[in-house]
């Protein structure tokens, strides 16, 4: 048993546990990557980041989290970035970088493969300068 299967047969509620197995094999079709568990966070692939205060560092070019209370997809180049498609996901909600996603099944999977693609093509094209926040 991975690391991941470990971890995910602990992911609760049931629903939730669902959604992030179809997030590894969407995430995995879109990157090409093999997941990679870091806490309690899946990622795919990997960014290099450089801030215009010097900090910078790498972090996983496509990731989610399956929380209690929501899945969050971590969308670095900005959720703003992806504001059509959101309008056209289903029932979600989002903070600067985070999609937040109550249950898979309600939403449009192949508006959210789009999502989760230009979001992979834009973090490893090159170095990213600016955080969600700033884009």
């Keep these: 048993m991975t690391d991941i299967d ?3 047969a ?3 509620p049931a629903k939730r546990r669902r959604d992030a197995e179809r997030l590894i094999s969407l995430m995995r079709d879109v990157t090409g990557e093999d997941p990679a568990l870091t806490g309690s966070i899946i990622g795919f692939g990997s960014y290099h980041y450089r801030y215009a205060s ?3 560092g790498d972090g996983p070019a496509a990731a989610f989290a399956p929380r209690k209370a ?3 997809i971590y969308l670095m180049d900005g959720v703003a970035t992806h504001e ?3 309008a056209q996901l289903g029932p979600h909600t989002t903070g ?3 999609l937040y996603v109550k249950d898979l099944e309600a939403c449009d999977l192949e508006t959210l493969r789009r999502i989760i693609a230009r979001s992979y093509a834009t973090l490893t094209a090159g170095v990213m300068g600016n955080r969600a926040s700033d884009a």
């Design 96 to 98: 600067v970088g985070c």
């Design 70 to 72: 929501a899945t969050t």
């Design 10 to 12: 602990r992911v609760a």
């Design 84 to 86: 059509e498609d959101l």
């Design 54 to 56: 010097g900090r910078e």
């Design 6 to 8: 470990e971890f995910l």
